[in-house]
């Protein structure tokens, strides 16, 4: 495959035919949802990272969001557990070796903290009618029969909608002159 070709086009792979591109969505798709990284992927198919991730928007749109999601719920899954362990390692923590242990088991706490607030904030963005912040919806209503009836009351009376039908009327009649076809 010719790299310069695939990166070259508004739409990666664009030189391919559409079965082909579908098909290396969905196969790039079923690894990404195994575990592998999109960067390792790329490679195997001449494609960089970016135009891959740019591919699998414009095939697979809904399964590459789906398959974001569900990665993003098994990192905070993942981080969970860790955070479980690392507080059963705390309480644990006996004897001569305690207060290193103790020491260990924080800084891992840290850690676990912040995977968990990653991942919370990833099912934010990407899972938003679950994990997202309820947005107040407002909702405006207008009656605008009453402002519609006094307008065409006002243009009545400065002649303003006349006005605007005879300039019309002028200037298809002046356009039909000059083209011969009012006749």
């Known amino acids: 495959m010719n790299r310069r ?6 739409c990666p792979g664009s030189s391919l035919p559409a079965e082909r591109r579908a098909q290396i969505a969905d196969e790039v798709l079923a690894r990404y949802i195994g575990g ?17 991730y740019a591919l699998l928007w414009k095939e697979r749109e809904s399964d ?14 993942d981080a969970l557990s860790d955070l479980d362990a690392v507080k059963q390692a705390l309480q644990e923590a ?37 994990y997202g912040q309820e947005i107040p919806q407002l909702h ?22 006349a006005t605007r039908l005879i300039e019309t009327t002028s200037t298809v009649e002046e356009a039909e002159e000059a083209t011969g076809s009012g006749d």
């Open 5 to 10: 070709v695939l990166r070259r086009s508004n």
């Open 36 to 52: 592998e990284q999109i960067a390792q992927i790329a490679g195997e198919y001449g494609y960089g990272h970016v135009s891959l």
């Open 64 to 77: 590459w969001c789906d398959a974001q999601a569900s990665r993003a719920l098994a990192r905070h899954a």
């Open 94 to 130: 006996k004897g001569d070796d305690a207060l290193v242990e103790i020491s260990r088991q924080r800084e891992l706490l840290k850690v676990a903290e912040a995977r968990i607030k990653s991942a919370q904030w990833e099912l934010e963005k990407l899972m938003r009618r679950i």
């Open 140 to 161: 405006l209503s207008f009656n605008v029969g009453e402002v519609s009836t006094r307008i065409e009351a006002l243009e009545r009376e400065l002649g303003v909608a």
